[in-house]
């Protein structure tokens, strides 16, 4: 019939499909394995001569610039310990509100589960539903529907809480003003989608730091004429 005529071809176009899929992986593989032996060679040699290359780069530039360097570097590692912090506090936040909403439904396991779901949440994107999304489906077609309605409230407040303090969390412990934060996110998400939440914090972390180390005025400095 026409209906199995169609069947028959959408599966032999996906056959050939995931086949031109499979080979050009598979001659992608030299080229592949050349810039992945390269890049360690590289990072090994980088590694391994670091603070001599570093001597002769600083030597090279004016002292000027070697102090600018050396503030946004400092900058930067600020931002990158106080990041750390504000996911530690987020994913222990995520955790406890996990754990108090899975005894109040009487789930058992229910410290270990919320435990296992604040470490979920360090997934970009993704976050808590890699969790909650499975389970609720899973316990709707069981048939347990007073489950299905906490986990979704549960699952609900875990995700507004997190959208309503992670700007303000993230701000806080890298330095930056909440407004502005939770503008990255939404530009870098539009942007660039799903990488443009991490890119438009860190493009205003890096722009931050420059900002603070005068960068952008020893910038105009140089275009009016002036010395560094």
Do not use: C
């Amino acid at each position: 019939s026409a209906a199995l005529h169609t069947i028959s071809n959408a599966g032999k176009e996906m056959a050939l499909d995931l086949l031109n899929f499979v080979k050009n992986r598979l001659l992608a593989l030299p080229d592949t394995a050349t810039m992945l032996v390269i890049s360690v060679l590289a990072a090994f040699f980088i590694s391994k001569d670091f603070y001599l290359w570093q001597t002769r780069f600083r030597r090279v530039l004016p002292s000027g610039v070697n102090s600018r360097i050396d503030q946004v570097v400092s900058v930067l590692r600020g931002a990158l310990v106080g990041f750390i912090k504000a996911q530690l506090s987020l994913i222990s936040i995520t955790a406890a509100i996990v754990i108090v909403g899975l005894l109040i439904l009487r789930v058992e396991y229910a410290v270990t589960i919320g435990l296992l779901t604040g470490l979920v949440d360090l997934l970009p994107y993704l976050g808590t539903g890699t969790v909650f999304v499975p389970w609720i489906v899973y316990a709707f077609f069981k048939g347990e529907y007073s489950l299905v309605i906490g986990l979704s409230i549960l699952y609900g407040i875990v995700v507004v809480v997190r959208q309503v303090i992670e700007p303000k969390i993230v701000a806080d412990n890298v330095g930056l003003d909440p407004l502005l934060t939770l503008i990255a996110l939404f530009v870098g998400l539009h942007l660039f989608g799903f990488w443009g939440l991490i890119i438009g914090p860190v493009s205003l972390v890096v722009i931050n730091a420059l900002n603070k180390a005068n960068v952008f005025q020893d910038i105009v400095k140089y275009i009016v004429g002036k010395p560094l």
